[in-house]
Antibody, heavy 125, light 107 residues
Framework: EVQLVESGGGLVQPGRSLRLSCTAS????????MSWVRQAPGKGLEWVSF??????????EYAASVKVRFTISRDDSKSIAYLQMNSLKTEDTAVYYC????????????????WGQGTLVTVSS | EIVLTQSPATLSLSPGERATLSCRAS??????LAWYQQKPDQAPRLLIY???NRATGIPARFSGSGFGTDFTLTISSLEPEDFAVYFC?????????FGGGTKVEIK
């Protein structure tokens, strides 16, 4: 069974940092691209960050709203994806979901076929 | 950035009725559009990808259509568990973007 479990959320002051983790199980983590998607309270979904699998360079993409401040990374030996969030702003308050990209042959679609339960990040003084 | 506009914002229907949800893109996304369902306090679930392909385990009452800028999600006969919020998402261009959502509520 595929599982994605996020951790690391919490209350943080504006300008501070936080690192989220996503621990994956039930599939070969290294074969998949991964993304973080967030949802502000009572709002819609916003894609945040993406990382390719290592065979495709492990390169990354970011939403303009978080570029420079957030960094996505992965440790395939531990089946964990990370989101390092620096210089946090109040508008970063949201539930952060770890997502797996749907497989397509040896590559992937940029759609999300599995989601974690989410971890709440609250940025407030 | 491609903007996805969903309509209506809220759809009030009874179980057994047909639901038709719309998603319009600000520029062509070809067939690169997905639909997700989200229930309260749950993560979204992938329903449809590439406009018309049902994801694994999704019942046949869910269908998608469209190409270019106009897309539709149809639920042929609403079951009680289908009352939820539905989002569309495009993969044509970076950044990946979502629509604002349509809430399907019980009339």
């Amino acid at each position: 069974e595929v599982q994605l479990v996020e951790s690391g959320g919490g209350l943080v002051q504006p300008g501070r940092s936080l690192r989220l983790s996503c621990t994956a199980s039930g599939f070969t983590f290294g074969d998949y691209a991964m993304s973080w998607v967030r949802q502000a309270p009572g709002k819609g979904l916003e894609w945040v960050s993406f990382i390719r699998s290592k065979p495709y360079g492990g390169t990354t993409e970011y939403a303009a709203s978080v570029k420079v401040r957030f960094t996505i990374s992965r440790d395939d030996s531990k089946s964990i994806a990370y989101l390092q969030m620096n210089s946090l702003k109040t508008e970063d308050t949201a539930v952060y979901y770890c997502t797996r990209h749907k497989k397509f042959s040896s590559s992937w679609y940029n759609y999300f076929d599995y989601w974690g339960q989410g971890t709440l990040v609250t940025v407030s003084s | 950035e491609i903007v996805l506009t969903q309509s209506p914002a809220t759809l009030s229907l009874s179980p057994g009725e047909r639901a038709t949800l719309s998603c319009r893109a600000s520029q062509s996304v070809s067939s690169y559009l997905a639909w997700y369902q989200q229930k309260p306090d749950q993560a979204p679930r992938l329903l449809i990808y590439d406009a018309s392909n049902r994801a694994t385990g999704i019942p046949a009452r869910f269908s998608g259509s469209g190409f270019g800028t106009d897309f539709t999600l149809t639920i042929s006969s609403l079951e009680p568990e289908d009352f939820a919020v539905y989002f569309c998402q495009q993969r044509s261009n970076w950044p990946l973007t979502f629509g604002g959502g349509t809430k399907v509520e019980i009339k």
